[in-house]
């Protein structure tokens, strides 16, 4: 699925949710089930900063395409932080960068959370997208064979 | 409701108490509102709101200047406030009330001119291991200024002081203390009077930061000789950017100015200004005046329904809200102080305070959750904050009820 695709599908989920507390039930759920970082990488490197409750966001490139894994204090934050590696995980660096993000508008997140917390939403996107244009712009300038 | 104690309080007509403030009627998500969060501001009742309206409809006009008719009544008006607040707090003169923007402000008041006219380097200031950061920051930027040292008087799990410790620290050295009368974080009501007994036994003034202890229980400065008493006008009812600094005449004499500016000269030439006599002193530029005379009329409303009869309503809620809440499957409260006020600040198992906050919100109640502007006290226990419901005279026990349910039910998705 593409990122468009993924989003598309969230957004779906989520609207036949019909109160605020079914879906912070189903985001809860996800941030039980978010696979677990890898220990090493809780470090204060790994934290993302402007997020109230700590979160630890690690990235791994494998076949040309970043996997993202993370782990959060809290388990809202989780089920957040979910939603996040959902739609951007298993893509390339260029489709990271270029996509355009509106599911968390589109779910109402920016305007239910509080506001410490979509800023946090906020700043783990900004994040993701840093990643993807740093593994961009090395990858570009490995095929210009030029080190960066 | 389960298990509500009979209202032993008959002077307080709840009913009629949360019909006086507007926001209480307020819904939020559509449901009606559990506001729990009294420590960080209250609402205002009707009648502080009237009186800001009427200040501005029929008597604005600045004080202390004009000749005219409006600024001889905006000026009678405010002056009166000042006798109100003293009446209030039981203060000798009104020339003892200063008044500030709040707590925080009337502190750095405080720390500026007492480091700026008593304190040399070497000197050491006392605070508590409770204190709220505005309580911790104008005392240590004020140390760092004069070269001075602040230590602090340790607390233990319970979240109550060590007075042992307090005794041992009281040198020679210590020129000021600094302690809260009631924990924000932690509810804990100190043993003040214990602490200023000592504190004079070595000639050393004490300030007591009551932001938390005026609106729910009688003070009187007299009665326990405090140099410096402060709080902030927008936690008992009355309107925020007010607050006030009781201190004795005799220290509020010595102490050099803090601000400079307009109301606080006698006469001022470019070669040397005299000051003006208390408490235009300490009162630099024009004051929030609306803001003051609201805050008389928050006064009075508290005055007209009696701090005794608020005390013992809120006693008893507190006594029920803990009842109840340790009946809820690992909580644990945070702070479990003997003589406690207003707050109770707990945590469920290991679920984050920002999730239990938020979860809470959605079912239209208000807590706060965080390090409520105390991270000493939040490094002591080892936690990233706590969930705190805070009380007041409005509050109900169905509030609690509705707290207890509302916590059941987020714990039971977080878990």
Known sequence: MTIKEKQDELISDFSFMENWMDKYEHIIQLGKELPLIDEKYKTPDHLIKGCQSQVWLHTDMQDGKLIFTADSDAVITKGLVSLMITVFSGHTPKEIAESEIYFIDAIGLSSHLSPTRSNGLLSMLKQIKLYAVAYEAKSQSQKNGKEL | ?415
């Open chain 2, 1 to 415: 409701m389960q298990n509500v104690p009979d209202i032993t309080v008959p002077a307080i007509d709840i009913e009629k108490i949360r019909k006086d403030f507007p926001l209480l009627q307020e819904k939020v998500y559509g449901l009606p509102l559990v506001y729990l969060d009294n420590a960080a501001t209250t609402q205002k009742p009707q009648i502080v709101l009237d009186t800001l309206m009427h200040y501005y409809i029929h008597l604005n006009s600045n004080v202390h200047r004009g000749v005219h008719h409006l600024s001889q009544e905006a000026t009678a008006a405010y002056e009166n406030s000042r006798k109100t607040v003293a009446s209030f707090l039981n203060a000798r003169k009104p020339e003892e009330i200063i008044f500030t923007k709040g707590t925080t402000d009337s502190i750095n008041l405080i720390a500026y001119s007492f480091g700026r006219g008593e304190i040399k380097p070497g000197d050491v200031v006392l605070v508590s291991a409770m204190e709220h950061h505005s309580n911790i920051v104008p005392w240590q930027m004020m140390c760092e200024d004069r070269g001075a040292e602040m230590k602090v008087i340790p607390m233990d799990e319970n979240g109550e002081l060590i007075m042992s410790e307090f005794s041992a620290l009281l040198t020679d050295k210590v020129k000021i203390i600094a302690v809260t009368y009631v924990s924000n974080s932690l509810g804990t009501v100190n043993p003040v009077r214990d602490i200023i007994a000592q504190a004079h036994a070595r000639n050393i003034p004490v300030l007591l930061d009551a932001a938390q202890a005026v609106q729910h229980m009688p003070v009187d400065v007299q009665e326990l000789d405090v140099d410096f008493l402060v709080f902030s006008g927008h936690k008992i009812y009355g309107p925020t950017g007010t607050g006030v600094l009781y201190g004795k005449e005799e220290w509020l004499d010595r102490l050099p100015p803090y601000q400079g500016g307009g109301d606080m000269i006698k006469t001022v030439t470019f070669a040397k200004t005299i000051y003006n006599v208390l408490p235009y002193k300490f009162e630099a530029g024009t004051p929030d005046i609306s803001g003051a005379i609201a805050l008389e009329a928050a006064i009075k409303y508290v005055q007209q329904i009696g701090v005794e009869n608020i005390q013992a309503w809120e006693e008893q809620l507190v006594d029920y809200a803990v009842q109840q809440l340790q009946q809820i499957e690992g909580l644990r409260f945070i702070g479990n102080a003997k003589h406690r006020s207003g707050a109770i600040s707990f945590l469920v198992d290991d679920i984050h305070p920002y999730d239990l906050g938020e979860l809470l919100d959605k079912q239209g109640i208000a807590i706060r959750t965080g390090h409520h502007c105390a991270e000493p006290v939040m490094g002591f226990f080892c936690i990233p904050g706590t969930v705190r419901a805070s009380f007041a005279v409005y509050t109900t026990f169905e509030d609690i009820d509705r707290l207890v349910a509302g916590i059941k039910k987020a714990a039971a998705m977080l878990r």
